[in-house]
């Protein structure tokens, strides 16, 4: 992961700041979305009709005030035999009355229309221009981003891959170590980018021979543009490795530290390319990314979000709430947990959680005397329990992907999970306990979460503060809709009040000095480029690797039903946690809608009942092995020594590999009672 040394110049201009504009315009464009919805309630309210006045209005086309036409002269009375042609014809006799009836009343439409316009004249005062010119360049800012949602996507996207790959910060199974490492690693990169390059321009190819222009077509260039450059910092990793590096032997390990995205990345290729003859499709897939561009805007903003907590003292500050009642290593691992589902579904994905503090919950728990897997354990599962919780995001692209269910229903359903899987863990800590369960003093205790409750009183405030005005004046809430775009905002405030009264604190106790509110943005912001384009890329990727599956067509060799509706859950969850295992947690969503969420409904299965083992399954696969994506990332955040360390501790196989056995434990036991327990109520 990222260095928390500053970046230096180069990388200022060519990543943070890039990505800080980006990711501060999405907000911009949120923001202006709310305003404009605001002004459009209150146009109506302070400007009755004010749908008619946004405009100048266009004089009618008629006169009032020309006079109605004259009566026909009347004729001599038609002899009979004309009566009886003109009968046979259809021929009527002029009804001059009824024709000047008409044209009365058409004088008087016309002079409605008149008095009308004349009275829009009128209400259109200099107050409704002035308005109305707010109105506009409100609306002008909200359509830009929504026009250029897309390309914001794919920037963020390729300036982030890249600044990940330049610092050689992709998600691996094992780091890079030895020069073989490195070259290996950017060897394979450098063919997945240039593979990625060649199918875009293909894809556009196979547009313009289609006769139509491509919207975006401008995005091929982009992303065309991007990828070479990412090939063109491969290729130099491969050439020059880390001089540090030293010379170790071993082809098989190496290829472990080949990043998981290459693989994704190779494995969709190569099927489309000789599989399939068809080297346009990796790009096709690639292509539905930026097709759901807003949603995967929040998954950058949730990580810059992550980001921005760990710069403050927040996380500290929670745990000093605990930690005067001195609770055994267990219990502590418990409250951690549960107490990191709400942030987690706030930080739209458990990965994203453990970036952001999984460091200061792994230090916390060692410094309370937690063996290093229990700790390691805790700190990969901090994330899981909060995956169902509103308003996190996975849920919110399960029901935009979905029509079958709902937010409301899975967020209901979520919290039983939720305490499920709580109480699981409990009783899981406390048969794995070391020694006895014994709690600090009350009376000692007290004091001290007392204090730890004043000093977060300041952040309360403003976080209650903010929220109150985003409801009074915007009409936004904390909820799967806004939190992405209100959170960052709350932070930044929060790290205002933060860094200043840390500067003050160490002025007072003549320690050295600590970063300001400044450069703690910046830091977050450099670190928060290496963690987007890690995930994006993964996510990127995994939707390609779904393509396979739906272009092979290999759910038609599913049977149309099972016969069996614990049969069908039975094959359902086994190959559930298998993506889970392989896939990151968006790709994976979009690949069960696709292709595995029909069969459920086919079978008898509830959808809102499915899409709950999907997520409880997704967070198995994350926890186990052979890929295990949480447990990388914590890897990354707390050091590749302290995890390697820690497999030397303990007698028994399930102390030396606890980190791996308690989360799979408790979450495979969950997905067990989530899937099959409904099964016996509407079966």
């Not at 200022?12 to 911009?28: D, E, K, N």
């Not at 292509?287 to 003292?313: C, D, H, N, S």
């Not at 306990?433 to 409750?453: F, H, Y």
Request: one cysteine or more.
């Amino acid at each position: 992961m990222a260095h928390d040394a500053p970046a230096g110049r180069g990388r200022l201009l060519a990543s943070t700041l890039p990505a800080l504009l980006l990711l501060s315009g999405v907000i911009v464009y949120s923001t202006f979305v709310l305003v404009y919805s605001q002004l459009s309630s209150l146009a109506e309210s302070w400007y009755p009709g004010y749908h008619q006045l946004r405009e100048e209005p266009a004089p009618p086309d008629c006169d009032a005030t020309a006079a109605p036409a004259a009566a026909p002269p009347s004729e001599a009375p038609a002899a009979e035999g004309d009566d009886i042609l003109g009968d046979l014809l259809g021929d009527e006799p002029v009804d001059a009355g009824a024709a000047a009836k008409a044209a009365e009343a058409a004088r008087q439409r016309c002079q409605e229309r008149w008095d009308e316009y004349k009275g829009i004249l009128v209400r259109r005062t200099d107050g409704v221009k002035r308005f109305r010119s707010i109105e506009r360049m409100v609306e002008a800012v909200r359509d830009i981003g929504l026009d250029y949602q897309r390309h914001a996507l794919v920037l963020l996207f390729l300036i982030c891959a890249a600044t990940a790959t330049a610092l050689r910060q992709h998600i691996a199974l094992r780091p890079a170590r030895s020069r073989l490492d490195h070259r290996v690693a950017e060897g394979m990169q450098f063919l997945a980018t240039v593979l990625l390059a060649v199918s875009v321009w293909a894809h556009k190819g196979v547009e313009e021979a289609a006769g139509a222009r491509a919207e975006n077509s401008e995005l091929f260039w982009i992303w065309t543009v991007g990828f070479g450059v990412m090939a063109a910092i491969n290729l130099h990793g491969f050439l020059r490795p880390p001089a540090d590096a030293p010379r170790e032997a071993g082809l098989a390990r190496a290829f472990l530290s080949v990043p998981l995205y290459t693989t994704m990345c190779l494995v969709a290729g190569l099927y489309f390319l000789i599989g399939e003859r068809h080297p346009a499709g990796l790009s096709i897939y690639l292509g539905k990314l930026p097709e759901f561009a807003r949603l995967y805007l929040q998954v950058g903003l949730y990580v810059w979000i992550g980001m921005l907590l760990k710069r403050t003292r927040l996380a500290e500050m929670v745990f000093d709430l605990v930690r005067p009642w001195k609770l055994p290593p267990e219990l502590l691992a418990f409250v951690v947990v549960v107490g990191a589902a709400l942030p987690t579904a706030y930080s739209g994905a458990s990965g994203i959680f453990v970036i952001a503090v999984g460091a200061v919950i792994y230090e916390e728990l060692r410094r309370a005397g937690a063996r290093r897997q229990l700790a390691l354990a805790a700190t990969a599962m901090s994330g899981s329990l909060g995956v169902v919780l509103r308003p996190c995001l996975l849920v919110v692209i399960v029901a935009s992907l979905n029509k079958q269910v709902t937010t409301d229903q899975l967020y209901g359903w979520g919290v039983k999970v939720f305490l499920l899987t709580a109480v699981l863990f409990f009783l899981a800590s406390i048969i794995t306990k070391q020694g006895k369960l014994s709690l600090g003093s009350p009376k000692e205790a007290l004091p001290g979460t007392g204090r730890a409750l004043v000093a977060l009183v300041p952040y309360v405030v403003i976080v209650a503060a903010l929220l109150f005005a985003d409801h009074a004046l915007l009409d936004a809430h904390l909820d799967e809709n806004w939190a992405p775009y209100l959170l960052p905002v709350i932070l930044l405030l929060i790290l205002v009040y933060d860094r200043a009264s840390a500067r003050r604190r160490a002025r007072a106790e003549g320690a050295p000095r600590p970063d300001g509110f400044g450069r703690s943005v910046e830091r977050a912001t450099t670190e928060t480029t290496v963690h987007i384009g890690a995930l994006l890329l993964l996510m990127g990727l995994s939707i390609c690797l779904g393509g396979i599956v739906e272009r092979a067509d290999l759910m038609s060799l599913v049977p149309e039903t099972f016969g069996s509706t614990w049969t069908t859950m039975a094959l359902l969850v086994g190959v559930l946690v298998i993506i889970g295992m392989l896939m990151d947690p968006y790709g994976a969503v979009i690949l069960v809608s696709a292709t595995i969420a029909s069969v459920a409904y086919r079978n008898g299965i509830d959808p809102v009942h499915f899409w709950m083992v999907v997520l409880v399954a997704f967070e198995l696969g994350y926890l186990t092995p052979p890929v295990a994506l949480n447990h990388l990332l914590t890897r990354q955040v707390v050091g590749d020594d302290e995890t390697e360390e820690g497999l030397h501790e303990g007698a028994s196989f399930w102390r030396r590999h606890e980190r791996v056995m308690l989360p799979a434990t408790v979450m495979a036991i969950a997905l067990l009672i989530v899937a099959f327990g409904p099964l016996f109520f509407y079966q």
